[in-house]
DNA sequence: AGCTAATTCGTAAACGTTTACGAATGGCTG
DNA sequence: CAGCCATTCGTAAACGTTTACGAATTAGCT
């Protein structure tokens, strides 16, 4: 159907060899042959396939992303950084959309892997996503985004979650708040367990410990929130303030603690994390803990690029970004 | 590097058209060398290279999606949409985020093109985009998503735009108000020039057309609701209502009228676009027209497996959803 | 003129699959 | 036992490119 390069040599008078040469201007064709042959390729609408050429050249241009939940906005804006990177570079992406499932993560892991993508991004979904992409022994370049493992041979783009969550908790310690919750995204997620343990540690070092008030997670989205702060307001656990281990779990647990009339940051102090775009309306106004999604995104492309450029996998490349606490409306002093 | 279907053969000690058969499960391969050979594939860890094999099947398993800006909410579930859609088919998706830019647009659709993808869903940016895809001659199927051309030919699926906002409209004239203003987007969209005609011919049904209180839009945008907002408070135009373009421009402007002191609804009722989740949420509580996102994107990933299915382009497919306002908190009787 | 070197192009192989066609083997029927 | 069909597999071509190698032409130089 579509005009391939034989047709345009046919019509050239060339060989094919000629109008694949003159369409990549290279040097050994004359000016005037590559002049008639680019012609002829415009007027018969010519489009070169990607997909030939990227069998004899192996490499396909294209990166993989995976990502728990591209609703919630913290993502899109990641897969923003990661995608005007690539871009730059000439490179598409496949965004895989894994719902916190590893099944699915790994499904998509292969099909990426198949279709010979020159780099896979993946913010995990879990825990057991490590070994489990680990146990693939990808050819393809891999980096983490938001959580890590500890096997350092694995390069990763992350903020400190432990830090952070410790720095959002010890604000609320100097607040005055000594009853303090966490709520919890999904278990497994590593993102999750990080940041339960910056909130128990800050808690430890400031004697709070026996106060420790842990509300499981489910998971990271505003429902999850909702259910389980309204679940503990129903035993009758009001804490003098929460950390959430998301901004849409934040929202809902917002929502569960104003539809129990509780006033917040009146009555109880909450603060989230992502600073995601909706965090700062007015109306919200969400003290938030800041990660440059942004950049985080295009980090990791970035070091995908450098594992593509150096032929041997290498070390694992590790950058961990500083976070930021945002003060906003939504803690008060006790 | 990577094992091929040759080696496998050499190490099974049959041709690799055999081992290509057994791995398809062709029923003209013995049981016994299947099996034998499809456990030397595991155990070699091969994995078929699938862009050669699309070279052959000239079929690459592929979408393209263009959207104008995944940041906001409503993009990231229709992209859910299609992506589960084309899940089930097997399918992966190039997401492509064109920033409202038809220059990009048109570059991510060559290169799409050029991939070979099955074809391309496109939420176009603006209203020059048909023109310009349309001189493209895909091979590809199209379908768009959002809004449409008025050439038939083109398949899309879309709300009714215009009736969509006329019923918010005429909710607000309804509730009592004569001055109505609309508060639009990227002025060069098509969907934004819909909702405004919606928004006009209401207010020209209701005899209130004089009232007319155009504010021209410049993106679809927090900051421009915001910006937009904010100037014409300054000019001393202070509508009774809004309407806006937007959900995320209706935060905006909802932002701009609180900041001037100015009570949504008590002082200016606003009505949004599209019930992205964080419309919802009991703080914001935005009253405004839903539409059914997931469904929009996974219909319009049917269409293009039909029209893959059918060999011949066919005519366009339209299919047009029903809005639904959704009546919260942001407007109030005058 | 004769030789070398540069320029320009064509031939063919390769990338890793799928698949049409044909060949070999074996079993069955009459 | 001849003939035939079914089963199972191999050979080779094809998909649309890129590129190493070599051939042909021209130009430059002595």
């Not at 129990?260 to 940051?265: A, I, K, R, T, W």
């Amino acid at each position: 159907m579509a005009v391939t390069i034989k047709d345009l040599a046919k019509i050239a008078g060339v060989s094919y060899a000629t109008v694949s040469r003159a369409l990549n201007d290279h040097p050994e064709v004359s000016i005037e042959t590559k002049e008639q042959i680019k012609k002829i390729a415009r007027e018969n609408g010519y489009s070169p396939n990607e997909i030939a050429r990227g069998l004899v050249k192996k490499n396909t241009n294209t990166l993989g992303l995976l990502v728990p939940d591209i609703s919630n906005p913290y993502f899109p804006e990641v897969a923003k950084g990661v995608e005007d990177r690539a871009n730059r570079e000439g490179y598409n992406i496949f965004l895989c959309n894994t719902g916190w499932n590893t099944e699915k993560e790994i499904q998509y892991i292969k099909t990426l892997r198949d279709k010979r993508v020159a780099g896979i991004i993946i913010a995990p979904a879990a825990s057991d996503t490590y070994k489990k992409v680990k146990s693939l022994e990808l050819d393809n370049p891999v980096v983490y985004i938001g959580s890590r493992s500890d096997d350092r041979s694995m390069s990763f783009v992350i903020i400190d979650n432990e830090k952070a969550s410790s720095m959002a908790t010890e604000y609320l310690i100097e607040l005055g708040h000594t009853d303090i919750a966490f709520i919890g995204g999904n278990e497994n997620s590593v993102a999750n367990e990080e940041r339960f343990n910056g909130y128990r540690n800050a808690l430890k070092i400031h004697g709070l410990e026996r106060e420790v008030h842990i509300v499981k997670g489910s998971s990271f989205n505003r429902e999850s929130g909702f259910n389980l702060m309204s679940a503990s307001i129903k035993e009758g656990r009001i804490p003098h303030a929460v950390v959430c281990a998301n901004d849409i779990i934040a929202l809902g647990v917002i929502e569960a603690l104003e539809s129990n009339f509780y006033n917040v940051p009146g009555d109880v102090s909450v603060v989230g994390f992502d600073d995601i775009a909706y965090a700062s309306l007015p109306k919200i106004n969400l003290t938030t803990v800041a990660q440059p999604k942004y950049d985080m995104g295009s980090m990791a492309a970035d070091i995908v690029f450098r594992k593509i450029g150096a032929r041997q996998s290498g070390a694992g490349n590790h950058i961990v970004l500083q976070p930021a606490l945002i003060k906003r409306g939504t803690c008060r002093k006790r």
